[in-house]
């Protein structure tokens, strides 16, 4: 009985502190494979066009990852059907952990970023060269 109390308190403090949010949304998309190289689709359904945001990429790697540096390409699609297209380098933060535990590495990417038209908005993000180890890619926006 008291385990079932104890698990009640943390389904109730995890509730609460997911209510309060942290100003931090995220979108993701698997890899699919063992080596990424071609493009992935994070669909981002936007309800705010008034607040600028932070705008980071993120990705979820392996623990064997090595990588230090990437050159990704970004295309972005509106609701409106806008299509833009840039390439960006991506340079990742040596490890500073032993663990076999999944690093997550945000980059920062825009800020300032308000999306003006609701609706979804579509970022294919594509590396420039065959990467293996990245299991996931997505974006952040943050507050």
């Known amino acids: ?50 607040t600028e945001r932070e705008l980071k990429l993120f990705l979820r790697l392996d623990p064997d990852f090595r990588e230090d540096s990437l050159t990704v390409r970004i295309e972005t699609l509106t609701p409106d059907s806008l299509r833009t297209e840039e390439l960006h380098h991506l340079v990742f933060t040596p490890p500073r952990r032993i663990s076999s535990l999944h690093a997550v590495e945000e980059i920062s990417y825009r800020r300032g970023v308000q999306l003006p038209i609701a609706g979804n908005y579509y970022f294919i993000i594509t590396p420039l060269r065959p990467v293996h180890r990245v299991e996931a890619v997505g974006v952040l926006f943050k507050e």
């Open 1 to 50: 009985m008291e385990h079932l109390k104890h698990s009640w308190l943390w389904l109730v403090v995890s509730l609460l502190l997911t209510a309060c949010g942290s100003g931090r949304e995220a979108y993701v998309a698997d890899v699919v494979g063992n080596c990424w190289q071609e493009g992935v689709v994070v669909r981002v359904p936007n309800h705010d066009t008034l």
